[in-house]
């Protein structure tokens, strides 16, 4: 896999579109490019990667070829944003089936708490390079 800095999402999830944008507010030199689970890309994707195409409760960063889930893809973003952001990459010393459970028990409430769109978020027009929908689109 060629592909680098890129966030994969659950697109109706109001949590991770607020993180998503979080993520771009801090991203100053626009380093991450994002795409939804459920966009044709998304998919492409976990199923390359043999994870589950209906399971969409992971935050998933491809970087330099590697798949990074759930709280280890969430604290290596953090590690690149602007700011005092990097410094919770500290917390990657708590072993990962810790940091996991509470970003598991974070993921299965997800839309009770946060609450669910009905479509995918979308993108302004000045957001939309940021964005990939399909494979050919993020070379």
């Given at each position: 896999m060629q592909f680098s800095n890129i966030i994969l999402?659950?697109?109706?999830c109001n949590l991770c579109n607020s993180s998503v944008q979080f993520v771009i507010r801090h991203?100053?030199?626009a380093r991450f490019k994002f795409a939804s689970l459920?966009?044709?890309?998304?998919q492409k994707i976990l199923r390359e990667e043999q994870l589950p195409v209906d399971d969409l409760r992971s935050f998933i960063l491809i970087e330099n070829g590697r798949i990074y889930t759930r709280s280890t893809a969430a604290l290596?973003?953090?590690r690149k944003l602007d700011g005092g952001w990097p410094l919770l990459y500290g917390f990657i010393v708590i072993p990962r089936f810790i940091r996991d459970a509470i970003y598991d028990l974070i993921a299965k409430n997800r839309y009770r708490w946060f609450g669910k769109?009905?479509?995918?978020w979308v993108p302004t027009p000045e957001l939309k390079n940021r964005f990939v929908l399909?494979?050919?689109?993020?070379?």
């Open positions: 999402f659950d697109g109706v991203d100053k030199d459920q966009s044709e890309f998304g290596r973003v953090a769109q009905e479509a995918c399909s494979a050919s689109e993020s070379r």
